[in-house]
Structures are given as C-alpha cells and as structure tokens.
C-alpha cells in the first residue's frame, strides 16, 4: 500500500514537472522592467564586472560568461577534447585525458569551485569534477588552462565533488553511485548490493604554494548515494556536509524504491578529526589503479603517471568524526550560509524544506544526545538538529543559495521558480517564475562569507520557447535576476554551452592583475622549441620524422617538405615565434585523421600525422592572422615506401 502511495507521489511529481514545462510562455509575454537592458548592457569599450564559469555538464568543459551581460566569453576544455584548440589531440595535452582505464574522449562535468582564503574567493584556481570516469580538475586562473586532473580510486559517480574547505585544505568527493571497492572482486552478484557495496569519501589535498592535488585518504561508508556536498564556514569550518539518498540501498527501479524512507541523511564530518586519524595511522593501506596528470607549465607538456594505493579509513572501526542528521526525503543539495550556522536540506520529494543549525548539532554531539546508530555511526534526532522549516515552499527543491543579508534562494525544479526566504524565521519573502524547471543556482559568491548578492543567475534545465527554434536540440538558458532590492527582478536570458549545473562568479578585478597575457619564449622549454625560422628543420630517426616548425606572419618555416615515406610517423613541432598578445597561429595538413593544432605566442604544440596516401598534401594556417594569412602555406610530399 505504501510502495503504492509512493509510486503514485513520484509519478504525479514527474507529471508535474513536464506539465509546468509545456505551460509555454508565449514570445513577449514576460514583464520585464524597462531599465533592465540598461543594467545587463555593457557598451563596447567597456568589460563585465564578474567572470561566471559555468559548468558544461555533459560537454565536459566550462564556460565562462561576463556578467550583467551574460555574453560567452571562452570555453575552458577540461575534460574532453576540444576541436577549438586541439586540447585532448595535440600531443601535448593528450596526456591530460588518461585514466586507470586509458584514454577518456569525453566526460560529464558538474559542480566548479573557486579556490578560497579564510572563506573568501582568492582568485587562484577553480576546481571542476568529473562525474562518470570519477576525476577532479584544477584550472589555473592566470591563464585559464587545464593544469591538473587527478583521478579517484574506489569511486562511482563523482557527484559530490570537488567542494572545498574554507582555506582550501582540502577538496572533498563524495561517490555518488556505491560499488565494490577497487581492491574487493568485484565481480559478484548485483543482488548482494548491501553486503558487497559501499560508499567512499575521498579527501584531496591541495598544496598552499602550488595548488598540486594529492588524495590524502578515503572513508569507507554504508552503500548510500552521497549525491551533493557543502564545506562549513566560521564555527562549522572543519565540517564538511553531504547528502545521503537511497539509504533505502536499493539497487533497482531506484525511482521508487529509493523514495520509501521517510527520511534520508545528511551526513557530517568533521575532516580535521579524519585527517588526524589519517595522521596517526588508524587506515589501511588498500591497493588501487588512479591516475595523476600534471601540465608542466614551463615545457607546456602533459604527463600521466598510474598510482596504485591509498589511505582508507573503515568508518565501522573509527567513527567519532562523522555523524547522521535525518532529513526528508530523497534529499539533493545540501548548502551551508555564509555564516556557518546554517545548513539547508533540499529533500527533493519533501513538502517542507529544513534548516538545520550548527549549534544545536554541536550540543547535541557534546552531550552524547544520539537517536542511536546506523552501520556503527551515531544518528542525531531530527529535533535536535533542527533550526526551522520553510512550510511548503514550492516543489522539488533543488538547491540554496544565499545572500549577504540573511536570505536564502531556493531553486525548485517541478514548480519551475526561486523561492526567496529569510534564515532567521524560515518566512518566505518572495518567489519568481523561472522558464523553465531550474536546477542550480548562483547568487554571485553566495558560498563565501561575504556573498556579492546583487545578481543571481538560474541556470534552467528546459529551453523550450526561450530562443529562437533550433530543431529538436535546444541550448539550456540562464537567467539573470537582480536581487538588490526586496523583490528579486528578472533581467536577462541567455544561452549555456551543453548543461550547466553548478557555477561560480569571481569579480572581474581579482584576476585581471595576475593574468598572463602571452608566453616568453625565453620561459618555453619545450625540449622541441624552435627560436628563429632559421632553426626550422626536418629529423628522421627511423620510421620517425621530427619537422621542427616555426610560425610567425606570414609564414610557416619550412614551407616546403620532402622525403616523407609511406609508413612514417611525422610530428610537426609548430612553435609560435611571435612575442605579442593575441596572436595566436593554427596548423592543419590534408587528409591528417588525427587532428589540427592550434598556437598559441610563445607556445611550442606537437601534431601526430601517419600519412596514408602518397602525394602532395598541403599545410596552412587555419587562424586569420595577417593580411597574407591566406600565404601562409606550404607542401609536404609523400612518396612510396
Ligand atoms: S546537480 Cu545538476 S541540478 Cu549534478 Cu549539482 Cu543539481
Ligand atoms: Cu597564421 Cu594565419
């Protein structure tokens, strides 16, 4: 009868949800106030006064806007090639793209995280997952590269993940999917789930100077689904907090049989109490296969290197850091305010949206007030953990978001629109329509202690008649709201590259002085680098031909290559020799099945080429660089083996 009751509530929500999205808006038909074009316009002469980097979703990159005006400015490749500038093909970034399981084309991003100081952006890294083959990513913010991705042992579903601690310490990583660990067989039946499955959490260090990642340990935990994460801030500042569903450990038809517990988890844990643990030896050493890839900045080469053990610690044996909060029910973001006090549960199929405090959570561990235990780790009573909750705010709710003055934002999916509510009372303020069915949000800095507020940005899941029609596969669109005043204000809707879910929003000004504008030769020590044209030359080592290539307006050097064979393996080394900002040159020969490059000043970039068909196959540059662009060009000449 239950399961019944269930089915139907998890049937009519998803009846809700395509429901509201084919209650269209017609072309117009929005109220929009007549100074919102003048406070989204930046006129040409001018710049945005935030950078958004938005994460791609599915495409496996990031995306970064200028906002107010909501205008794509680059997309950052991470963790997929990238047709754009060869990132992924080029033998020098190929490497970036190895895991445990070899070569990964493409993979599915989510959550980005921008390095902090004392819980404030400090401008030096952004930090973005990767969800299917389980990896995080450091960007380095001076140049906008892809400077580091370190894969996660033992882990399915990234999903939880990368969110950091206030003084980025630590990147924190949740499996969203449980699976026998990498050091079990894994090969057993899917049936025995609660006895062969488990969760892992995995704790990533990030060196102060550097930036460099390394996974410090791991917990070994009941097979739940950790889905979403959030660092604690002031009192809470050791804390990491994470979403727990399917603590029903269902492994089939999980739509319903995931949605039985009234209540789910939030899971607390105090990571300074794990890492001492980690310190004082109370781990086992657990054999696993990861990857590690690190972009050397001075050779702008990639290299791969395969780890093969790590720290876990059996939260069965040591569990007096971490800790269970009930929360209703299936719940998806769990987001801590500004100040560290408060922790909100978005219970997805729940009606009431909980607040949790940090205070009262504390009291409750200091006098050992447990409900009792679950898998050896202490429950604390819903009650005692509970600050308020925000009755019947909408439906679905996803994610929360704050401002600098007390207030949250709630985004919620099936009723497609943001809920505005105040942290001290749980009193709903406001609520805004989104088109359509909104999934993250990014009030601009909202998981600092000092948010920016003024903007707030849905990122929405359904198109539909936002843009003009572009056949069956529609672009995702965001909207911009101001929130300055009491009633939040829509100002603008602008297209997304591939699936944004979460983003963050840095002011403009705080990379603007470490930007790096274009490489010195000089600090290029690619071990194929070429200074002049003069040093431009052909190498044959066996079957291996090195053309070692300069390029500069208007000429690629040499222009002219004899003496290739049917059978050789040809590297064209193409060095950019310009020393100017924005000068960027491309390079593409005939017929190449594997790829074309992109160069930029200063840089040194390697195109593999196995020619397959003798004859003269052209090469050019495939950047308008110069009036003569159209002159740069030259031959290469393939004769029979
Ligand atoms: S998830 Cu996409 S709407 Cu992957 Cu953060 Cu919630
Ligand atoms: Cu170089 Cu066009």
Not at 273 to 281: L, R, S, T, Y
Not at 297 to 319: P, R
Not at 483 to 499: A, D, Q, R, Y
């Amino acid at each position: 009868m239950r399961k019944l009751f269930v089915y139907s509530l998890v049937t009519l929500i998803a009846a809700g949800g395509v429901l509201q999205s084919c209650k269209l808006k017609k072309a117009g038909h929005i109220a929009v106030d007549d100074d919102a074009a003048k406070q989204v316009y930046v006129a040409p002469g001018h710049y945005d006064e935030y950078y958004n980097f938005v994460s791609g979703g599915f495409s496996g990159q990031v995306s970064v806007y200028g906002i107010p005006s909501g205008r794509l400015l680059k997309v950052i490749p991470v963790f997929s090639q990238n047709g754009e500038n060869g990132y992924g093909y080029d033998e020098n970034t190929k490497p970036m793209l190895n895991t445990s399981f070899g070569f990964v084309p493409w993979d599915d991003s989510h959550h980005t995280q921008l390095s902090e100081t004392d819980a404030m952006y400090d401008g030096r890294w952004l930090f973005i997952n990767a969800n299917n083959t389980p990896r995080i990513a450091r960007i380095d913010l001076k140049n906008f590269q892809t400077a580091e991705i370190i894969e996660l042992p033992n882990t399915a579903g990234n999903h939880a993940s990368p969110f950091i601690t206030c003084n980025t310490e630590y990147i924190v990583a949740g499996s969203r999917f449980s699976v026998p660990t990498d050091y079990q067989n894994g090969d057993v039946p899917i049936k025995d789930y609660k006895k062969d499955f488990h969760g892992t959490i995995s704790y990533i260090k990030v060196d102060k100077k550097t930036g460099g990642l390394s996974l410090d340990f791991q917990l070994a935990l009941p097979p739940y689904n950790y889905d979403l994460s959030h660092s604690g801030k002031n009192a809470s500042a050791d804390w990491s907090f994470f979403t727990c569903y399917n603590t029903e450990e269902a492994h089939t038809l999980l739509e319903v049989n995931a949605s039985q517990h009234d209540k789910d988890y939030i899971l607390a844990i105090n990571w300074k109490k794990a890492a001492e643990h980690a310190a004082k030896g109370d781990f086992d050493w657990k054999p696993c296969k990861y990857a590690h890839n690190v972009m050397n900045e001075a050779t702008e080469q990639a290299t791969s290197e395969i780890l093969n053990k790590v720290k876990v610690i059996d939260t069965k044996k040591y569990n007096d850091f971490l800790y269970l909060i009930p929360c209703p029910k299936s719940p998806h973001g769990v987001d801590v305010d500004p100040t560290g006090e408060y922790i909100v549960g978005n219970g997805k199929l729940s009606a009431n949206l909980p607040v949790f405090s940090f205070s009262k959570i504390e009291k409750a561990i200091k006098n050992h007030k447990f409900a009792g235990k679950v898998d050896g780790i202490n429950v604390i009573k819903y009650e005692d953990a509970l600050h308020g909750e925000v009755q019947s705010p909408g439906l679905g709710s996803l994610h929360t978001e704050f401002d600098a003055d007390g207030n949250a934002y709630t985004s919620f999916f099936i009723s497609s629109e943001i809920v505005k509510w105040s942290l001290k009372d749980c009193k709903i303020e406001d609520r805004i329509p989104t088109y359509y069915s909104v999934g993250h949000l990014s009030v601009l800095g909202a998981d600092t202690k000092k948010p920016y507020g003024k903007y707030m940005i849905a990122y929405n899941k359904i198109t539909k008649d936002c843009f003009l029609p572009t056949g069956p596969e529609l672009c995702q669109a965001a909207q911009l709201y101001d929130i300055s005043g009491n009633k939040m204000k829509l100002l603008l809707e602008f297209p997304l590259v591939g699936e944004p879910h979460y983003a963050s929003a840095i002011a403009a000004d705080m990379l603007k002085p470490n930007m790096q504008y274009f490489t010195r030769l000089a600090d290029n020590h690619n071990p194929y680098k070429i200074s002049t044209a003069q040093q431009a030359r052909m190498e044959r080592h066996g079957n291996r031909v090195d053309v070692y290539m300069a390029a500069i307006r208007s000429r690629l050097v040499p222009d002219n290559i004899e003496g290739i064979k049917l059978g050789d393996e040809v590297y064209f080394h193409v060095t950019n020799i310009e020393q100017e900002w924005d000068i960027p040159h491309g390079f593409a020969v005939k017929g190449n099945n594997n790829a074309e490059i992109l160069v930029m000043p200063g840089e040194t970039r390697t195109l593999k080429w196995i020619p397959n068909r003798v004859g003269i196959l052209p090469y050019y540059c495939t950047d308008f660089c110069s009036a003569l662009h159209q002159e740069m060009q030259g031959y290469a000449r393939v004769s029979p083996k």
